[in-house]
Nanobody, 115 residues
Framework: DVQLQASGGGLVQPGGSLRLSCEVSGFSLDDYTIAWFRQAPGKGPEWVSSSNADGGSTIYTDPVKGRFTISRDNAKNTLYLQMNSLKSEDTAVYYC????????RGQGTQVTVSS
C-alpha cells in the first residue's frame, strides 16, 4: 500500500523557518521523483519543488527559490523541505506526491505564517 505522510507544519511568524518531512511507505524512495505541492485556502494545488530519484537534481517554483530547499534521505525513505524566510503567502497545506502526481498525495501538513 503506497503511502506518503507529510509532517512538521505549524504556526510561524514571518521570517521564520520550518522543516517539513514526508515519510513514504509501500515503495522505495530512490526509485522515484518526489514533489512537494501546497494548497492555500480557496485555491487550487500549486507545485512547489521536486527532487529526482537520487536527489541530484532539484527544481523549485519561482516564489520559493532561494528560500526553500528540498532534500531526501533514501535510506530513511524520507523527503524533506526546509523552508526559510517564510512569508504569509506561504500559508497552505503542504503535501508530498510521487512523480508529481497530485492524485498520489497522502496526508498533508498545515503551515501558517502569521504574526
Amino acid at each position: 500500500d503506497v503511502q506518503l505522510q507529510a509532517s512538521g507544519g505549524g504556526l510561524v511568524q514571518p521570517g521564520g523557518s520550518l522543516r517539513l518531512s514526508c515519510e513514504v511507505s509501500g515503495f522505495s524512495l530512490d526509485d522515484y521523483t518526489i514533489a512537494w505541492f501546497r494548497q492555500a485556502p480557496g485555491k487550487g494545488p500549486e507545485w512547489v519543488s521536486s527532487s529526482n530519484a537520487d536527489g541530484g537534481s532539484t527544481i523549485y517554483t519561482d516564489p520559493v527559490k532561494g528560500r526553500f530547499t528540498i532534500s531526501r534521505d533514501n535510506a530513511k525513505n524520507t523527503l524533506y523541505l526546509q523552508m526559510n524566510s517564510l512569508k504569509s503567502e506561504d500559508t497552505a497545506v503542504y503535501y508530498c506526491t510521487r512523480q508529481s502526481n497530485w492524485g498520489s498525495r497522502g496526508q498533508g501538513t498545515q503551515v501558517t505564517v502569521s504574526s
